[in-house]
């Protein structure tokens, strides 16, 4: 693997149950365990799911016109399993998109069905690794 596959995030604690990330170009996001305001991380894995399937249709169809209606429901069950541990079973992504009417919406709507099952097949790469099951190894390093 090439350092310019890594991608990483910071994370660090900045008050009782809340959490901020920082990318490597310095954009952040504020999140939550559920006691305070904001998105939890389950939430934040499935705003990740749908947002990486969002952007790859967005642009397939865009290249026709832009969409009247574009969004994504994203679930799946929180539950514990044979050992336990917490994990989201289930997990669904539905599209509801609408294209205005005429040739350029044609085009994007018969693309759609398409556009949809490449990012599931082949593109997401959020979605295909939690289907893939990729291993997650963590350490504790000493902060002195």
């Known amino acids: 693997m090439t350092s310019d596959s890594l991608r990483s995030v910071t994370v660090e604690r900045t008050g009782p149950g809340v959490f901020?990330?920082?990318n490597s170009r310095g954009d952040t996001l504020t999140f939550s365990t559920g006691d305070a305001a904001g998105f939890t991380p389950v939430e934040l894995?499935?705003?990740a799911?749908?947002?990486?399937s969002a952007a790859d249709v967005d642009v397939a169809t865009t290249r026709h016109t832009e969409p009247a209606v574009f969004s994504l429901d994203v679930s799946g069950h929180k539950v514990k399993d044979e050992g336990g541990g917490n994990v989201l079973t289930d997990l669904a992504v539905a599209?509801?998109?609408?294209?205005?009417?005429?040739?350029?919406?044609?085009?994007?709507?018969?693309i759609l069905p398409r556009?949809?099952?490449?990012?599931h097949d082949?593109?997401?790469?959020?979605?295909r690794t939690v289907e893939a099951g990729?291993?997650?190894?963590?350490?504790v390093v000493d902060a002195g």
């Open 122 to 127: 082949r593109l997401c790469t959020v979605s």
């Open 45 to 47: 894995l499935l705003a």
């Open 134 to 139: 990729s291993p997650v190894r963590t350490t």
């Open 95 to 110: 599209f509801t998109v609408a294209f205005p009417e005429g040739e350029t919406g044609d085009r994007a709507r018969a």
């Open 20 to 22: 901020t990330a920082t």
């Open 115 to 119: 556009a949809v099952k490449t990012s």
């Open 49 to 52: 799911i749908g947002g990486c």
